[in-house]
């Protein structure tokens, strides 16, 4: 079945910067987009960005350009988001998710980074 | 970006009788290749999202059916026909047509 395994939770101080990897398996990797999804503490889920597995396509939200960077390693069907000059507002549980044409149907367990002082 | 709006933001429900969900987008979810990309996800306590509905009325795999999803253009609805307990969580709505993808602000739904 479809699994998506995320690194572990991670503490920051302000300013740092954060890589997540999350390693895929169950399916063909390199057939699905990847997105990244946030929940930050009492807040909705906020899209962050999609990534193809295989060739250079990338698309961030606007708000996180300059800041985010996702990267993909086929050898290893893992996908990563790095998000840098971390401050408290990016405190959140951070999602990989498959999208299978629009939709997202395959979330992984979610990483939690706290950043902070 | 389209703003996603969802009614109501809390939903206590009785056991076994149904609820509702409401989510209205600020533009348009149809997309040029004639789908409309408006999905539902269930969020429950410490387990990642779960898809539950998409193009507006299509359960996914493994989803009771007690969920269903209708609507169209702008306006959508998601409804519990029966509330189980294990239906307690917040419910998101989602569009997909267009670039960012956009969420609404989730509906709680608990039992009374």
């Known amino acids: 079945q479809v699994q998506l395994v995320q690194s572990g939770a991670e503490v920051k101080t302000p300013g740092a910067s954060v890589k997540i990897s999350c390693k895929a398996s169950g399916y063909a990797f390199i057939n699905y987009f990847m997105h990244w999804v946030r929940q930050a503490p009492g807040q909705s889920l906020e899209w962050m960005g999609i990534i193809s597995p295989v060739t250079t396509y990338r698309h961030y939200a606007q708000k996180f350009q300059g800041r985010v960077t996702m990267t993909s390693d086929t050898s290893t069907s893992t996908i990563y988001m790095e998000l840098s000059s971390l401050t408290s507002d990016d405190t959140a549980v951070y999602y990989c998710?498959?999208?299978?044409?629009?939709?997202?149907?395959?979330w992984g367990q979610g990483t939690l980074v706290t950043v902070s002082s | 970006d389209i703003v996603m709006t969802q009614t109501p933001l809390s939903s206590p429900v009785t056991l076994g009788q149904p609820a509702s969900i409401s989510c209205r987008s600020s533009e348009s979810l149809v997309h040029s290749d004639g789908n409309t990309y408006l999905s539902w996800y269930q969020l429950r306590p410490g387990q990642p999202p779960r898809l539950l509905i998409y193009k507006i009325s299509n359960r996914f795999a493994g989803v009771p059916d007690r969920f269903s999803g209708s609507g169209a253009g702008t306006d959508f609805i998601l409804t519990i026909s029966r509330v189980e307990a294990e239906d307690v969580g917040i419910y998101y709505c989602m569009q997909a047509t267009q670039f960012p993808r956009t969420f609404g602000q989730g509906t709680r739904v608990d039992i009374k």
């Open positions: 998710v498959r999208a299978d044409v629009q939709d997202f149907d395959s």
